[in-house]
C-alpha cells in the first residue's frame, strides 16, 4: 500500500491553495476541488500578516511573493478630519504584506499546477474511521484519506459533519473598491496601511499591484441587513456621502472610484468542534471572522501548515486522532483571535475624533492583540507529536 496521504480539499480559495502546497511539500498527495468553473476571485487587496507570510515563505515562495507584494511597516492611523494619532512607542511593528487578491490567488494556483480541478460542486461528504467519499454534482466521485472544508462561510462540509453557525449582523456594511494610482497626484507618496476613523466608521486603504493600484474599504453603521458576499454593487453616491467633510484623501480615493461592491458583515461564535472521523475544516469554514484584524487568510494558512505537521508520517489509522489535535490547538488561538477581530472593530469605529484619546485607545488594544503575531504555527504544531 502506498504510504502517502491522499488528501482532499473542497475549495480553491487562498486557504486551501495554501493547505495544499503545505501539505504536498511534506509528502501528501493532494487534490483540490472547486466549485467555480474557473478561477474567480474579486478585484480587491488583502493583507497578509507576517506569522502567515512565513510560512509561505518556507516553502520557497519567497521570490515569487517579493514580486507581487508591497511591504508595510505598522499603521498610519488618522482622525477623520485628517490629524494623526500618535504610535505608542511600546506598539508591536505589524509589518504585513499587501497583495491584489487576482494576483496573489494567480501566484498560488502556479505552484499547484495540476492539483486543482474546477467546476466540481461538492453535494455530500461521508465518512468513516478510516476513509472519507466525496460527492459532486457533475457525477464525479472521490475517495481520500481524509477530506478538508475549505469552502468559506457557507461551507458545505461544514453543514455534513453536523455544525450550524449563526451569523449575527455588526450593524455594519463595507464598501471595497481599487482605485487607479495615477488618478491622485499624492498616490506615489502612499505608503503602507493608511486608515482614518470617526464618528462610528472607519476607512482604510494601501497600495497593491506594485502601487498602481490603491485598495479601498469603508465601514459604514447600517440599520439594513445586507447581503453576505463580495460580489453586490454598491452605490458610490452613498459612499461619499457617508464620509462628507472627511479629510481630503478619503474624499478624494472616493471620487476616484470607477465602481464600489458592498457586503454585510457579520459575525459567528466559535464552533464546538471543526473534525468528525476523516475530515475537517479549515479557515472561514471553520472560524469566520470580521474582518477588522485583517487575520482572515492569516489564519487559514496557520490551519493548513499546522495541519500538515501534524499528519506528516501519520498512518491512516492516526488520522483521526491527528485530526483532533489539528482542531483543538487551532480552535484555541482563532476564537483568540476572532475575539480581538472584534475588538478591533469597535475600536476603529469609535465615535471620538480625539487623537489623543484614539491613541489611549490604541494603546490598550495593540497591547492585548500583541500577541498573535510573533507565532509560528509550524513549531505550535510540532510541539505536540
Known sequence: MNDRLDVAIVGAGIGGLAAAIALRARGMNVSVFEEAESPREAGAGISIPPNAATLLKRTGLCDALGNITTTSQGLTLRTSRGELVPRPPSAPAMQSYQFHRVELLDMLLGVVKGTVRFGYRCIAVDDTETRARLTFANGAVCVADLVIGADGIHSMVQREIGLTARPTSEGIVAYRGLVQSQKLSWAAELRGLNMWMGHGRSFICFPVSQGRLINVVAFVPSTRDMEETWFATGDIKALAGAYEGWDAPVQDMIAALDQTFRWGIYDRPPLPYWSRGCV??????????????????????????????????????????RLKAYQDLRLERTSRVQAASRLAGRFYRSADDDPSKQAERMRGWMSAAAWIFPYDAEEAAASLL
Open 280 to 321: 475537517t475544516l479549515l479557515g472561514d469554514a471553520a472560524h469566520p471572522m470580521v474582518p477588522h484584524f485583517g487575520q482572515g487568510a492569516g489564519q487559514a494558512i496557520e490551519d493548513g501548515f499546522a495541519l500538515a505537521v501534524l499528519l506528516e508520517h501519520a498512518k491512516r489509522d492516526e488520522i483521526p486522532a
